[in-house]
């Protein structure tokens, strides 16, 4: 089971990141997947969800400015993330969740400047 996270950076206020997940090892289309987000000395904190039915949910800080998405047929989960704020600054970290079973990738740093 794996799950792989990429397309951190850096980026100025304003602008835009896509982070993908690349995921391997589990039957990822029954699995709800979700993009997490942390910086230090705060909690791992929930960014943006999306279940095996298509229901997205979003954290009220990002609503009208991240996308979630997913393409089952390559396994993968994207994070489309535009007019980045400095306070969007954190590691990124996807998660696939399922019944009993839960997978986190390793993390991906953004950093948006201002």
Request: proline residues 2%; charged residues 20%.
């Amino acid at each position: 089971v794996q799950l792989q996270a990429s397309g951190g950076g850096l980026v100025q206020a304003g602008g835009s990141l896509r982070l993908s997940c690349e995921a391997s090892g589990f039957a990822f289309s029954r699995y709800t997947i979700s993009w997490h987000r942390q910086v230090p000395g705060k909690q791992r904190e929930l960014v943006a969800s999306l279940d095996w039915a298509g229901v997205t949910n979003y954290e009220d800080a990002v609503k009208g400015r991240f996308t979630i998405s997913r393409d089952n047929a390559k396994n993968m989960v994207y994070l489309q993330m535009n007019s980045l704020k400095p306070e969007d600054t954190a590691v990124y970290y996807c998660k696939a969740g399922w019944w009993r079973n839960t997978y986190w990738g390793q993390g991906t740093l953004v950093t948006v400047s201002s």
